[in-house]
């Protein structure tokens, strides 16, 4: 297929900034780079405008967006309401050869449905388990109707894909059949173990009392309840470290009361963010929600080994004994005993670092975003026409 027109229902983007955003904007720079014809339906950004300029055009894709109520407690999260025959009239004008459902919940549940009923093939690509959140923000009773929604969305699709094995197994448990893997890239360039800066070190971290560096300790992702991070609370009193934070979210002030002696950098991005990474000695994840854990594999790539939980994404990124350690989800004590390991033996975590900064070469968002393409091409194949109902 030489060239083609994609929908791009994406549940979030710009200027929310996170895992889904992050993959919609770097297949929107292939896509582009294609020369195909691309829409993106996108929730509106009411608010953020001021701070954080809403373009109609990104990549070369139109930008369309549409009614968004904030989540409570978390206003930079938008959920974007509307009934189906609105999205339906959009996907009619625009004509898509295919329809990109960016993990579907509420918008692409409407965007399914609308899509299904002018018969135009989809790819929904599962990204965020929203079940396994409910528990996590005190609404457990709401977790049986999420998985309900999340089946009804994807066994609608004409094809699911998943980014890691847990999920796909997850969701071919819950008898979605047309599940294929689809991984995540990461930019090898701006995340390299070069960026290491030793300036920013000696500032964050400074000197232990035999005058060695202190060990620096990482997190990067959003301050979120569903990020577990007030589980880094069994690393603060390393003698000899120092915990940085970076991002942020609605549980930053929660965050910093519980973890005083941590660094808080705020969100970071581009450069920074890559300058960052690669100075950590040591990147801990205790999210046990993550479908992949993008934030896992820069750090990798940026040369620092990896102490996460031993559940979903992680589990296809961490190779336990050579890339970093997996913890058993929940037990903190074995989290803080990986992390000793690591950072008591300089020769052993320069050995990981060194096979965590291999095994991510070659992942480059070019090839993951032509596997995106093939997808699209197989199910465009299975539905030739469309209806114009």
Same mark, same amino acid.
């Given at each position: ?157 004409? =094809?699911? *894909? @998943? ?9 071919? %448990?819950? #008898?979605? /059949?047309?599940?294929? +893997? ?50 880094? =609370?069994? *690393? @603060? ?9 970076? %991002?942020? #979210?609605? /549980?930053?002030?929660? +965050? ?134």
């Amino acid at each position: 297929m030489d060239s083609v027109r994609v929908a791009i229902v994406a549940e979030s983007f710009l200027p929310q900034m996170n895992g889904v955003t992050h993959s919609i904007l770097r297949v929107l720079d292939h896509l582009q780079e294609r020369g195909d014809d691309v829409l993106v339906l996108a929730p509106s950004g009411e608010g953020a405008s001021a701070v954080f300029p809403l373009p109609e055009n990104v990549s070369g894709a139109r930008v369309v967006r549409l009614p968004a109520l904030p989540v409570a407690g978390y206003p930079n999260v938008r959920v974007a309401f509307g009934m189906v025959p609105k999205v339906k009239r959009m996907l009619r004008a625009f004509a898509p050869d295919v329809v990109h459902l960016a993990s579907p919940f509420e918008l692409g549940w409407r965007g399914v449905r609308a899509a299904h009923q002018l018969g135009l093939p989809t790819v929904a690509v599962y990204q965020t388990e929203v079940p396994g959140y409910a528990a996590r923000y005190g609404v457990p009773f709401l977790e049986n109707w999420a998985w309900q929604r999340v089946e009804a969305i994807h066994l609608l699709a004409d =094809r699911t *894909l @998943a980014p890691s094995t847990f999920a796909l197994n997850q969701l071919r %448990g819950r #008898g979605i /059949l047309d599940v294929e +893997l689809w991984r995540r890239g990461v930019d090898t360039v701006r995340f390299h173990p070069a960026k290491r800066d030793a300036a920013w070190r000696a500032t964050v971290g400074g000197l232990r009392e035999d005058g060695r560096p202190v060990k620096i300790i990482g997190y990067v992702g959003r301050l979120a309840a569903e990020k577990q991070v007030e589980d880094l =609370r069994a *690393l @603060a009193d390393l003698p000899g470290t120092r915990l940085v934070v970076v %991002g942020d #979210g609605p /549980l930053r002030p929660q +965050l910093e009361a519980q973890l005083p002696h941590a660094h808080f950098t705020g969100f970071q991005g581009g450069e920074e963010l890559a300058r960052i990474v690669a100075s950590f000695d040591l990147f801990v994840h205790p999210g046990e929600f993550e479908t992949f854990c993008q934030t896992i594999q820069e750090a990798m790539a940026s040369g620092v080994p990896v102490v996460a939980t031993g559940r979903g994404g992680p589990l296809d990124l961490v190779e336990n004994s050579k890339t970093g350690w997996l913890y058993s989800p929940g037990d903190l004590k074995q989290m803080r005993s990986y992390a000793v390991d690591l950072l008591g033996d300089d020769a052993k975590r320069a050995a990981f670092a060194e096979a965590a900064h291999r095994s991510v070469q070659g992942r480059s968002w070019r090839s993951i975003s032509q596997q995106l393409i093939t997808h699209y091409e197989d199910v465009i194949a299975r539905r030739p026409a469309a209806v114009a109902g």
